[in-house]
């Protein structure tokens, strides 16, 4: 057995299903992804933009309103702040084993390496969010808020996803699963 | 406004994840081994109510629905290729963000590969939207516009099923 968190996973849980309802009654649906590329079409269409225009992903997002800072860039904004507050006035009470930037069970597969750590970090994140452009959300924006909206893509991204998370997993962690 | 009331569910949002134990690289590996089942329990509440109270809303017409449309071959790929990257990072694209501000230098990590995935995302999207996007488009179908039965008919016995997972079924494998 685990320790916990500092909430139960039936409070988080129940509290993200009603903020899930409250915001798509005030505005829409709760999503993460698609501000990875309203941040970069902003900064773009800054630096660079004749390479912003042409671009079709690019030319989609920013310039409009603000660069395209919007309701849903404010809220990943907020996820920061929220998250990095908790975490200050909290930190006493998180388990032992969830602090810190090298994660034990990792420490005890891969050794103590900084540097792997990151960039198996990295390399992930990259693939990430490539993936999650490629199907149009991630574990928010799909999973939470589209599967709440019984909506047929985010079956199938929630089915490919924990299929393919789940194969990795077990590769990446053969020989002594666990801990 | 919209801009303040995005901010401020953000803010409960990121503190949700924090306090709930979601930016734990253990809980997420231990999920994806199926061996911890705090993040399935977490999400599949969260979805058991947010499914009921989206359709409830529906059903009063107070909903701002935002169904993502199913181009089958793109949402397949995408998710797979998502997969790999949750399991070999240990975040996603949400809990990186609330993980950095924890102060976690791996997750800091997370968002610069993420800028990097989306940005050759973007180069490639060119070569990309007629050969994996356009086609297998269905279009924002939902379970509701596939069965013709009204979606709260469908959310109640939805969500039943997955608080009854949740609160009774799933259980953590340690040996």
């Known amino acids: 057995m685990q320790d916990g968190a500092i909430i139960s996973w039936k409070a988080a ?3 993200l299903g009603l903020l899930l309802t409250l915001a798509t009654y005030l505005v829409s649906p709760l999503g993460v992804s698609t501000q990875f590329v309203v941040s970069e079409a902003a900064v773009a269409h800054k630096v660079a933009p004749a390479f912003a225009e042409k671009n079709t992903y690019l030319a989609k997002y920013g310039e409009k309103e603000n660069w395209g800072v919007g309701y849903g860039w404010m809220l990943v904004f907020g996820m920061f702040v929220g998250g990095g507050v908790c975490a200050q006035l909290l930190r006493s009470r998180q388990p032992e084993a969830d602090k810190g930037s090298m994660p034990a069970m990792w420490a005890a597969k891969f050794g103590e390496s900084r540097a792997k750590r990151y960039a198996a970090a990295f390399a992930g994140g990259a693939l990430l969010l490539f993936g999650a ?6 574990t928010s924006g799909h999973m939470i808020s589209g599967i709440s909206q019984l909506a047929i893509s985010s079956f199938i991204f929630g089915v490919c996803t924990f299929g393919a998370g789940i194969v990795m997993a077990k590769i990446l962690y053969r020989n002594k699963a666990g801990a | 406004m919209t801009l303040l009331i995005g901010f401020l569910i953000g803010c409960a949002f990121g503190a949700i994840l924090f306090l709930g134990g979601a930016t734990s690289y253990r809980r997420i590996m231990g999920t994806l081994l199926l061996k911890d089942m705090w993040i399935i329990k977490l999400m599949a509440t969260a979805i058991g109510v947010g499914s009921l109270g989206v359709y409830l809303l529906d059903f009063a017409n107070l909903a701002n629905m935002s169904i993502k449309p199913a181009y089958v071959g793109g949402v ?3 998710g797979i290729i998502f997969g790999i990257g949750w399991a070999v990072s240990g975040y996603c ?3 990186c ?3 950095a501000s924890e102060g976690k230098k791996d997750a800091m990590f ?3 590969g993420a800028l990097l995935g989306t940005f050759v995302f973007s180069l490639a999207y ?9 086609p297998m488009d269905l279009g924002k179908i939902t379970l509701e516009s596939v069965t013709g039965i009204s979606g709260l008919y469908l959310a109640i016995p939805f ?3 997955l608080l009854f997972l949740a609160f009774f079924v799933l259980k953590d494998r340690y040996e």
Do not use: H, K, N
């Open chain 2, 126 to 134: 060119p070569a990309i939207e007629a050969s994996i996007l356009a």
């Open chain 2, 159 to 161: 969500s039943a099923m």
């Open chain 2, 76 to 78: 397949a790929l995408g």
């Open chain 2, 93 to 95: 694209p949400g809990t």
């Open chain 1, 13 to 15: 849980g129940i509290s």
């Open chain 2, 110 to 112: 997370v968002i610069l």
């Open chain 2, 97 to 99: 963000v609330v993980g």
């Open chain 1, 133 to 138: 452009r490629l199907a149009g959300g991630c």
